[in-house]
């Protein structure tokens, strides 16, 4: 677990399974993936096999030791839901999750319709409001996973609308606490147009959902700030936004 994180939507990350493989467009210059394989064949790195796909059993308790509420991305260097993480190691982390319940978790996806299916198959209503579920879209073409994070049983759902790399279009936003967006950052980053970047924030506006612009994106991640006509955008979900606060300032 890193016990602070460079990400402005979150505080700490926890990476219970490392690795991948790509599915998407919006995959294709995944930072995570270039990290890890920089380490491939080091004898004794955690990443000495590169991006391959891990579980981590010893760091499935790490939450469970940190006592200061912490805004924690599950997974930051991995998708909790690929096809190949079994089920019964899922439903530990989601153990461990339900237990630590002063944090709150934040588990971002590609595989949107395998979460759906195991929210359904794990919570008859909704999942507790401290763990929030979310997709990654990164254009028009990715948009069926919103329905299917719609169709999930959640308590809080957001969307990553990050690396934006083409127009989303119109988006079905009930049901949705939160949206992210920013572009692509690295040494093969895909510009992206501040028309997408506007289209996203002006539906949240209009369906009343908060938007938090996390990047223009570049070469490096912070190459292009954060404004986006002329402020910045750092909205927070309303039912969180009191003990997130609470959290940070303990």
Not at 13 to 27: A, D
Not at 56 to 65: F, G
Not at 83 to 112: G, I, N
Not at 117 to 130: G, N, V
């Amino acid at each position: 677990m890193a016990q602070t994180s460079s990400i402005e939507w979150t505080d700490a990350t926890w990476n219970p399974v490392t690795g991948c493989t790509k599915i998407t467009p919006g995959c294709d210059n995944c930072y995570a993936a270039r990290f890890a394989e920089r380490w491939r064949g080091i004898p004794g790195h955690a990443f000495e096999h590169g991006f391959d796909l891990a579980l981590r059993p010893e760091r499935l308790a790490q939450p469970l030791e940190w006592r200061r509420p912490r805004m924690i991305f599950v997974n930051s260097m991995s998708d909790l839901f690929h096809k190949d993480v079994p089920r019964s190691f899922v439903d530990q982390v989601f153990d461990t999750m339900e237990a630590a319940d002063w944090h709150t978790f934040q588990v971002l996806t590609k595989r949107s319709s395998l979460m759906r299916d195991y929210l359904k198959s794990r919570y008859a209503t909704r999942s507790p409001d401290h763990i929030w579920l979310g997709v990654s879209v990164e254009d028009a073409k990715a948009k069926a996973r919103v329905r299917h994070l719609r169709e999930a049983p959640a308590g809080v759902r957001f969307l990553s609308i990050e690396p934006l790399i083409g127009p989303v279009g119109p988006m079905e936003l009930d049901g949705i606490h939160w949206v992210i967006a920013g572009g692509e950052s690295g040494p093969r980053a895909r510009p992206m147009q501040i028309e997408w970047a506007r289209d996203v924030r002006d539906q949240c506006q209009a369906q009343e959902v908060p938007f938090f612009f996390k990047q223009w994106g570049g070469f490096r991640p912070k190459s292009g700030g954060r404004d986006l006509d002329g402020r910045e955008w750092s909205e927070w979900p309303a039912q969180a936004r009191e003990s997130i606060l609470a959290g940070r300032a303990a």
